[in-house]
């Protein structure tokens, strides 16, 4: 089992910046953030791998930038321009190697307001 904590987010004011971070149990693959808006399915925002490698949503790419720190298994998220629309509940997820199953935080409220 892993365990996901995450801290950051609250309320910003269009083109605004908040930075999220998430503080996993142990080491993972993959280590990333996804959203969810009210009444809309859960998307990927930015998701870094153990090499580095990272991949971010076309919406954010540019204004987002996310980092990780594998001596201290944490994972950021630094949002820049923010806007509106990024209004949602922010999960940091965790994918060990091979086949093994996803890992969730409890999420965090991100609001922008107009």
């Known amino acids: 089992q892993v365990q996901l904590v995450e801290s950051g987010g609250g309320l910003a004011q269009t083109g605004g910046s908040l930075r999220l971070s998430c503080q996993a149990s142990?080491?993972?693959?993959?280590l990333g953030w996804y959203r969810q808006a009210p009444g809309k399915q859960r998307e990927l925002v930015a998701r870094?791998?153990?090499?580095?490698?990272?991949n971010y949503a076309d919406s954010v790419e540019g204004r987002f930038t996310s980092s990780r720190h594998n001596g201290k298994n944490t994972v950021d998220l630094q949002m820049d321009g923010l806007k509106p629309e990024g209004t949602a509940v922010y999960y940091c997820?965790?994918?060990?190697w091979g086949t093994g199953p996803n890992y969730w935080g409890q999420g965090t409220q991100v609001t922008v307001s107009t």
């Open positions: 142990r080491m993972m693959y993959i």
């Open positions: 870094v791998t153990s090499g580095g490698t990272t």
């Open positions: 997820k965790a994918r060990g």
